[in-house]
Nanobody, 127 residues
């Protein structure tokens, strides 16, 4: 019933920018914190950024802090990830996820905290 669909990935030169979008349906979007994760072949999925249900609180992995910005538009049931100053090491499949717990007031940053996942969108950064 819950569906999360990512878009906006692609090829970008190092130093460039991309904005990822995640469209959500099948859940009360404005009641759930949302997160972004990424994964490369052979590695575990890692936390990138998260945002509280209200959009007032955000949390970032140290590796992307200052370069990535997570935001949401509850009226549109969408969450975004603005990625600036991209590096080749940012190359990965990026996933959107919804918190497993309704109404949590703080953003969380562990895979186990999320209950619904999108299919991912590929981001490739070349130098």
């Amino acid at each position: 019933q819950v569906e999360l669909v990512e878009s906006g990935g692609g090829l970008v030169q190092a130093g460039g920018s991309l904005r990822l979008s995640c469209a959500a349906s099948g859940l009360p979007f404005n009641s759930y914190a949302m997160g972004w994760f990424r994964q490369t072949p052979g590695k575990e999925r890692e936390f990138v950024a998260s945002i509280s249900w209200s959009g007032e609180s955000t949390f970032y992995a140290d590796s992307v802090k200052g370069r990535f910005t997570v935001s949401r538009d509850n009226a549109k049931n969408k969450v975004y990830l603005r990625m600036d100053s991209l590096k080749p090491e940012d190359t990965a499949v990026y996933y959107c996820a919804a918190d497993a717990i309704l109404g949590r007031s703080w953003p969380v940053g562990d895979v186990a905290d999320y209950g619904s996942w999108g299919q991912g969108t590929q981001v490739t950064v070349f130098s």
